[in-house]
């Protein structure tokens, strides 16, 4: 028998290392790999006007849920995880659509910063939803830039088990210089968790404008359910140094998936304050930098504030800011909202900013 074993252990624990070789190439190959800082797409034509000194600049955030729509209570949206909806149908996908557009078309912004773009997802019948509102938009916003946040040609996990494709995307009716991809500080968990996991990030902008310093826009969708490491610590402080060391003017736009104060925090039913800390990781970015809402208009408690209305059924209502816009020092802005749609039309409101340029 020891003669046996002898023979075979080595054999047996070759195989071994060679199936576990052959599954991270696999993950490997799923899975997508950006660089800390890399170039993101960017398509916009010589035609496309230039933004001038001195000129009024209309702005709007918004996470649209991947056109989704309501009445869905996905398998995230719930504290365990076991909400009983995977996809939207098609019907709700195309009226979504419908409504985004309109909502547009009623603020006429002049740049606007999305999260939760899908393209080319199993869930969303592999549309190519950048492509769709630029159609719908009919040319108003020529230039485009986008980044994958989530990306992977198979996900293995229960509710999703397809090819993921979920993007930031900023429109512009003005032109485009440049469009860089900023890697944000990744969420822990084990190898393999990791590997499917998102790959959170900043997308940057860059307009030029004529008789001025250009103007930056960025844009980003950070982690959530990151209870257990400081996941979210560690990406606020990431957006925190890039915006200290970019130069004036700018402006950012998000979801940030954080509270704003600890006013905030103890306003949550209790079951909902499992999503965040009593002390809120955005605390220096919200000190060091102007944002709307300000944290006195969060402390407030005014519901003209709040920017997200979860699926749920057991919250049923608007109770949260998680979304913000962020200034450079100095830089004028005015003519700020929050959009609440009723019906809702995504899980998230859009918001609107006016910025002028020095």
Not at 78 to 84: H, Y
Not at 177 to 185: E, K, N
Not at 297 to 319: C, K, L, M, W
Request: charged share 20%.
């Amino acid at each position: 028998m020891k003669r046996i074993l002898t023979r075979w252990l080595p054999r047996l624990l070759a195989g071994l290392l060679l199936l576990a070789g052959v599954l991270a190439g696999l993950i490997y190959a799923l899975t997508d790999h950006p660089k800390p800082v890399q170039a993101a797409d960017l398509s916009c034509p010589d035609s496309a006007p230039t933004l001038r000194a001195g000129q009024a600049v209309r702005v709007m955030n918004w996470n649209v849920q991947y056109l989704a729509g309501r009445g869905y209570v996905f398998f995230y949206d719930t504290l365990n995880g076991d909400g009983p909806d995977t996809r939207p149908s098609p019907e709700s996908l195309a009226r979504t659509l419908d409504e985004v557009t309109r909502a547009i078309r009623q603020e006429q912004p002049d740049l606007i910063l999305l999260q939760e773009i899908d393209r080319d997802s199993r869930r969303t019948d592999y549309q190519d939803q950048l492509a769709l509102l630029q159609e719908r938009l009919g040319g108003a916003f020529p230039c485009a830039a986008s980044t994958y946040y989530h990306r992977a040609a198979f996900v293995p996990h229960p509710s999703i088990m397809g090819r993921v494709g979920l993007s930031l995307v900023t429109l512009s009716r003005y032109r485009l210089d440049t469009a860089t991809r900023y890697q944000l500080p990744r969420i822990c968990g084990d190898p393999v968790t990791v590997a499917f996991n998102f790959r959170r990030a900043v997308l940057g902008v860059t307009l030029p404008v004529q008789g001025g310093a250009p103007l930056s826009a960025f844009n980003t969708h950070m982690d959530a359910f990151a209870q257990g490491c400081d996941t979210m610590q560690r990406q606020a402080a990431f957006v925190n140094d890039l915006l200290g060391a970019a130069p004036a003017p700018w402006v950012m736009g998000g979801d940030f998936n954080l509270l704003g104060t600890r006013a905030a925090y103890d306003r949550l039913r209790e079951r909902e304050r499992a999503y965040f800390n009593p002390q809120t990781e955005l605390a220096p970015l919200l000190a060091r930098f102007e944002s709307f809402p300000s944290p006195a208009q969060i402390d407030s408690g005014d519901p003209a504030f709040y920017t997200h209305e979860p699926n749920d059924p057991a919250v049923g209502r608007a109770d949260r800011t998680i979304d913000y816009f962020l200034y450079s020092p100095g830089l004028k802005r005015g003519d700020e909202r929050v959009r609440q749609d009723r019906p809702k039309i995504s899980d998230h409101y859009a918001m609107l900013t006016t910025v002028t340029l020095p």
